[in-house]
């Protein structure tokens, strides 16, 4: 049997809900414990409580932490594999930052539920056992990092929550998950072609992220880019195209020496340099607006986040953002 090593990090997987109040609120005792014996059908577990946290309260310096704990954990006990829970609404963020650090053959899943411990047909028992599965799996090996919910699996860069509380809430749009859980198997039909790597020791720089929106004022964009930052990602409307009133100041920000990529604000699909009117994406490429590759918003962050600590000039910087994958 393949041992795996498992890290808890918090989220409603770990929660219970007050039958009174309706509330949903982290437990004192971890209820994944329960199904270790469980899991233990499929792997030899060693079972960590790193963080006890609701996935909004999570930071990119938590990720790094995460990272290094692993690395610390994989060099005291060599494991085949990696199982973290984690809070729903920010785990494809965790997932995608420990994608861009992870460097090994070995797989890491990441895991959550929608429902709590003790609401009725809780998904957390579920998700937990088969992302053992999964990480036991030698098919997953040279994966990266993966998202299991559901009897899906899902690369870290291309999932993302789609619903606030559908149990099959996490997609990939557009290409859909990389594997299948079965009552027999973990099945892998296709493998990400390409996987960035960013081997980070400290994030220390500031990336923005901003969304365009219809009538998007000059100094309301002004107010956001008032600040120290060192990065942008703006989130632009359809295939890469902003309101003629941020013209101005993107050119500024450019200027300062500041690199802007962009991501579309659209659920599927990438930017491209199709429109030349004013505002349109030709333009803006012209003006020297990275474009990028089809992630969302917070991973294109992420990303600019890691690709800027390990200090990318800009024409990587370009490259690295605008090679699809
Ligand atoms: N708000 C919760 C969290 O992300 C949701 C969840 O875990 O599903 O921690």
């Not at 954990?73 to 920010?90: N, Q, R």
């Not at 870290?156 to 557009?174: D, G, Y």
């Not at 901003?210 to 004022?217: F, R, T």
Request: hydrophobic share 40%; with cysteine; net charge negative.
């Amino acid at each position: 049997m393949n041992n795996i090593l498992v890290i808890h990090t918090g989220g409603t997987i770990s929660m219970k809900e007050n039958k009174t109040t309706g509330d949903v609120s982290p437990d004192t005792k971890n209820p994944l414990h329960e199904w270790e014996e469980i899991a233990a059908e499929f792997a030899n577990i060693s079972v960590h409580s790193f963080l006890h946290l609701p996935s909004p309260h999570i930071t990119p310096a938590h990720m790094m932490d995460l990272f290094r704990f692993i690395e610390q954990c994989m060099a005291d006990k060599p494991a085949d594999g990696v199982v973290i829970s984690h809070g729903t609404d920010t785990l494809e963020e965790t997932a995608y930052m420990l994608d861009l650090l992870h460097h090994d053959e070995y797989p890491i899943v990441i895991t959550g539920a929608m429902r709590s411990s003790n609401e009725i047909s809780p998904d957390g028992p579920h998700n937990f056992v088969s992302s053992i599965r999964t990480a036991a799996s030698d098919n997953a090996r040279g994966m990266g990092v993966l998202v299991v919910m559901n009897d899906e699996i899902h690369t870290a860069e291309h999932v993302t929550k789609t619903h606030s509380s559908n149990i099959a809430t996490f997609q990939s749009p557009p290409y859909g998950p990389v594997g299948l859980i079965t009552k027999r198997g973990i099945l892998f039909p296709r493998k990400p072609v390409k996987r960035d790597h960013f081997p980070v020791s400290k994030l220390s720089k500031k990336v923005l992220l901003i969304k365009c929106y219809a009538g998007m004022e000059e100094d309301s964009f002004r107010h956001f880019i008032s600040q120290r930052f060192d990065g942008l990602v703006l989130e632009a409307l359809g295939q890469g195209n902003v309101p003629p009133a941020l013209l101005m100041p993107l050119k500024e920000v450019l200027d300062r020496g500041i690199p802007i990529v962009l991501v579309s604000r659209s659920f599927s699909g990438i930017v491209q340099d199709t429109y030349s009117y004013e505002g349109g994406g030709r333009r803006l490429k012209e003006m020297g607006i990275i474009f990028s590759n089809g992630l969302t918003g917070p991973k294109a962050r992420l990303k600019l986040l890691a690709a800027l600590s390990v200090n990318l000039d800009k024409y990587k910087l370009q490259h690295t953002f605008e090679q699809l994958q």
